[in-house]
């Protein structure tokens, strides 16, 4: 069959599957595309030729946007189907690296079909090609190998065949998976070749389900047996393995309690009996609590980062010991733990079945249900709108609460950076398995309009909030006019401090003094500690195409809010926060996170904070 090498890999990627558990999936379910001379006539042209119901095509603003939107799908469809992303050359393919970073580090499949130079150099240098003196083999394109899972230059066309195989067995690889890249030089992409009809024949890439080993099976049912204290930390393994429904039969048949790092949350209910919240330095008074006196650690599907650990300081029991149940065996192993490689669904189901009949003191189950009840009675002060407050502007916190009375658990909420992921991880009651979606591995300010976009073309019908900050939204608002074209009815709701609140925040704690932070004019002095800038982002949104509500109290947000969820186009809630007192603000961090302090400075502040960290920092330890 002839065909250019564009043609080939859009018919290639209309016929692969991805399929776990009996059902199959479309893997590469669309292509997301802004077009330059470095694939416009290769793979822009292939897509014409192939058509919608080959390939459909989504139209993007700016390329790392379009990969978050790739990963916003990819996630919510539980990384079962992914979406490919395609540029040209120079700028269009290094606007990729940070989104695909966010993908390698989430896991999460996108395939990223770049533009690059002429492999054939007819001219040499050509228009945006960078120039490196000691190997010609090298473009910018090479900035997307540290964070890709795969990588390969297409420099002939018969190489696409390898190539395109070996790209579709990472997407699909639960372990491994991540941003997948195929560099598809510009001349290449429109040369013709004889393919093989084979090569175009339906592929389906099973999504294996690893059982346990049986010798770290009986180890790891050792420990549990043995332990007293147990906890789990339930990471995002569970919710992309789909064992949200095992985790839960094992954790109501031993009694262990269940805390969630900012992946995993969701993965049990509110208000199930063993959900203890969040875990780490964005976590809950009883979560963390439990974490420093365990004797055992349940690692289930989670990376154990520092804001899980709370920069190692968190589990403080002298006798406490992990169990690392996980795919990847480079996880499993940390903190020195008992590993457990395997699927979590199959690892907790047959853990379950290997520690049958033990469980928890019940004075140890009544001693971390009423620290979830206090904890709850917290979560209802932080949110809670008493009649004085209605006719004044909301707290970042009572905007939240005020969600909250009006979801259901169809809802989905994404968000990615500031200082909601800390407000939602301690205080949000999840409903669903998918309600709960942050991406934190990265924590990508721009990720969330996007990523709404992806949630909600793989949840047709779901009502879906991108939640964002006035440095967010700053940064990537580019994909509102997406929504608009497509009609896709996402809701922004956009709250406005006035500048990077949560940096301001850490930067008061480490003795920066809140340096450069603010959305200010500069004072007479030179600081950013001026009036407000006079910037509308609401005139701005709907500038682009949105429907906007502005809400300036809290009677008015609690209208905005329930007229935005109804709503059948895009849609933005504009309210400008209120800074909370001790009293209506969200709890405290509750536990410690390592960010260095300036071990020498003229300053008091900094001199005060570099105490407290040598403080923090003495508790920190190794656990071997």
Known sequence: ????????????????????????????????????????????????????????????????AMVHAAVGYARQSGRLSAHAVTTSIGPGATNLVTGAAGATINRIPVLLLPGD?????PADPVLQQ?????????????????????????TRPEALVPAALQAMRVLTDPVRTGAVTLALPQDVQAEAYDWPEEFFAERVWGVR???????????????????????IVAGGGIRHSGAGAALAEFAEATGIPVATTQAGKGVLPYDHPAEVGGIGHTGTATANGLAREADLVIAAGTRLTDFTTASATLFQNPAVRFLGLNLDPYDAHKL???????????????????VAGYRVDPAYAASYAEGKRDWERRVDAAWSAGEGDEELPPTQAQVLGLLDGLVDASDVLVNAAGSLPGDLHKLWRARSVDQYHLEYGYSCMGYEIPAAIGVALAAPGRPVWALVGDGTYLMNPTEIVTAVQERIPIKVVVLDNHGYASIG??????????FATGYRFRAPDGSYTGDPLPVDLAANAGSLGMAVIRAR??????????QARSATCPTCVYVQTRTPDTVSGPPPAQAWWDVPVAETANRTAAAQAREEYDRQAAQRRRHL
């Not at 080939?8 to 001379?37: C, K, M, N, P």
């Not at 008015?556 to 809010?561: F, I, P, Q, W």
């Open 336 to 354: 020195a733990a008992l590993p457990l490689v395997a699927d979590a669904r199959e690892g907790l189901g047959e853990l379950g079945g290997a």
């Open 117 to 121: 130079t002429f492999a054939t150099r």
């Open 1 to 64: 069959m002839r065909l250019t090498v564009a043609q080939a890999l859009v018919r290639f990627l209309s016929v692969q599957y991805a399929e776990r558990d009996g059902r199959r999936h479309r893997l590469v379910a669309a292509t997301w595309g802004i077009f330059g001379h470095g694939n416009v006539a290769g793979i822009g042209q292939a897509l014409l030729e192939a058509g919608p119901d080959a390939m459909p095509f989504f139209q993007g603003r700016n390329e790392q």
């Open 505 to 514: 925040g850490l930067s008061g704690a480490v003795g920066g003094e809140g």
């Open 553 to 562: 109290t809290v009677r008015d947000l609690r209208e905005a809010l329930a």
């Open 130 to 154: 960078l120039e490196v003196q000691e190997a010609g083999d090298v473009s910018v394109n090479d900035t997307l190998r540290p964070v890709s899972r795969y990588f390969d230059r297409i």
């Open 209 to 231: 389900r690893p059982r346990p080993d049986r010798a770290e099976l009986a180890a790891a049912a050792a420990a549990v047996r043995g332990s007293a204290r147990p906890l």
